[in-house]
C-alpha cells in the first residue's frame, strides 16, 4: 500500500531540494487520501501542508509543555447504579487560553502522527490516575482509553501496553480500550491479529460509536470484542423515535446472546434511562450521570455517589 508523490521539473521546483520538497508534500496528501494511491504536487497543496505545518508545530509545542489534560466521564452499571469505569478523555489546554475539543484536534494529530507521542501519553497518564483511585480504595474501578486507528496500527501496540500497565503496577484489568468501527475496518486482517495479541495480553477491547460504521455485525462474530458503545445518536431520540427504539432494543438483545457487555453513550435524560433498563442494557455513559470531569472532581463523585444512580 504505497503511497506515491509527484513532482515535475521546471514547474515544482528548480533545485532537486524543492523538488523532493513538493514531492513529500503530494505524497503526504497521497497518505491522507487513503493510501495506495499517487498524487501530483499543486500550488493548493503548498497551503494546506503550510496549515498543517502550523497545527503540527502547536501540538509538539502542547506536548513538550504540558498543555494536555484528561476529563473522566463515569461509566454507571444500570443495575446497581455504581460507577464501575471511567473513560479518559483528552483536552487541550492551548496556551492556557482554555480548552479545545478533541475533536477538533485528534485529526490533525492524526495526520501528522503526533497522535502516537500524544496517544502514550494519555494512556500512561489514565493509568496513573487509575492506580491513584485504586489506591483511594477504589479497588475495581478501572479506565477507558480511546485508541485512534493510528496508534491501533502499531505493530508492538500490545507490549507497550503491558508496558504502560506495569510502570503503574496495574493488571491488565484496570485498562479497557476503545477502537471506532472504522479503524478495525480499514485493514480486518491486521485488526484481526491485533485484536487477538491483545486480548492474550489480558486487555479488553470495546467498539465505539457503534451502529455509525458500516460493518458492524460480521466482525461482531469475527473480532475478539468484549463490549460494544451504542453511539449517542442512537440514544438520543429512544423515547421519542419508535425506530431508534428499536434499534437500541435490537442492539441490547443482541449484545446479550453474543456475550458481550453493552453501554449505552449519552444518556442525557431519566426517560433514556428508564428504557435502557427496561431493555436489559447494562451499562450507561452520559451527562444524565456526569459530564465529564477533572479527576479531583470525580474523586468527590467516586466517594458519595457510590450506588446512588
Ligand atoms: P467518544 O469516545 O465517543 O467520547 C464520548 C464523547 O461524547 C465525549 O466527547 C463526551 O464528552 C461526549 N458525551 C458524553 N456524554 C454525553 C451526553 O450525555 N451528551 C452529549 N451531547 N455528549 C456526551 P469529547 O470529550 O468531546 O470527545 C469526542 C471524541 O474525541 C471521543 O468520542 C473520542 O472519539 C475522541 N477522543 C477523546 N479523547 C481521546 C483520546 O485520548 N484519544 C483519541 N484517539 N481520541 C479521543
Ligand atoms: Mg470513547
Ligand atoms: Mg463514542
Redesign the pocket.
Known amino acids: 500500500s504505497p503511497s506515491i508523490g509527484i513532482s515535475i521539473f521546471p514547474e515544482d521546483g528548480a533545485t532537486a531540494e524543492h523538488l523532493i520538497k513538493n514531492a513529500d508534500i503530494a505524497m503526504y496528501q497521497a497518505k491522507a487520501g487513503g493510501r495506495d494511491q499517487y498524487r501530483y504536487f499543486t500550488s493548493e497543496m503548498n497551503t494546506l501542508a503550510q496549515r498543517r505545518l502550523t497545527l503540527e508545530h502547536r501540538l509538539r509545542q502542547g506536548l513538550a509543555e504540558g498543555e494536555f489534560l484528561l476529563?473522566y466521564?463515569p461509566e454507571v452499571d444500570l443495575a446497581t447504579g455504581r460507577i464501575t469505569a471511567v473513560?479518559?478523555?483528552?483536552r487541550w489546554n492551548y496556551r492556557g487560553e482554555g480548552e479545545i475539543?478533541?475533536?477538533e484536534f485528534?485529526p490533525a494529530a492524526e495526520e501528522t502522527g503526533l497522535?502516537l507521542p500524544?496517544?502514550e501519553w494519555?494512556l500512561a497518564e489514565a493509568c496513573r490516575q487509575i492506580r491513584r483511585w485504586r489506591d483511594a480504595g477504589h479497588a475495581s474501578l478501572s479506565v477507558a482509553?480511546?485508541?485512534?486507528g493510528r496508534?491501533f496500527r502499531q505493530k508492538d501496540l500490545a507490549q507497550r501496553i503491558r508496558g504502560i500497565l506495569a510502570e503503574s503496577g496495574l493488571g491488565a484489568d484496570a485498562l479497557e480500550l476503545?477502537i471506532?468501527e472504522s479503524s478495525v475496518m480499514e485493514n480486518p486482517d491486521r485488526a484481526a491479529v491485533i485484536l487477538r495479541e491483545l486480548r492474550a495480553a489480558g486487555i479488553d477491547v470495546a467498539t465505539?460509536?457503534f451502529g455509525t460504521g458500516y460493518s458492524s455485525l460480521a466482525y461482531l462474530k469475527r473480532f475478539p470484542i468484549g463490549k460494544l458503545?451504542i453511539d449517542?445518536s442512537f440514544v438520543r431520540d429512544i423515547t421519542t423515535d419508535k425506530d431508534d427504539a428499536a434499534i437500541v432494543g435490537a442492539i441490547i438483545a443482541m449484545t446479550e446472546n453474543l456475550g458481550l457487555r453493552v453501554v449505552a453513550?449519552?444518556?442525557?435524560t431519566a426517560e433514556q434511562l428508564a428504557f435502557l433498563r427496561a431493555h436489559g442494557c447494562g451499562y450507561g455513559?452520559?451527562?444524565?450521570f456526569s459530564?465529564?470531569l477533572p479527576a479531583e472532581a470525580l474523586d468527590r463523585l467516586l466517594a458519595v455517589d457510590q450506588g446512588r444512580f
Open positions: 476529563h466521564q473513560e479518559a478523555l483528552v475539543s478533541p475533536a485528534i497522535i500524544l496517544g494519555v482509553v480511546n485508541l485512534s496508534q476503545e471506532t465505539d460509536d458503545k449517542r453513550e449519552g444518556v442525557e455513559q452520559g451527562y444524565y459530564r465529564p
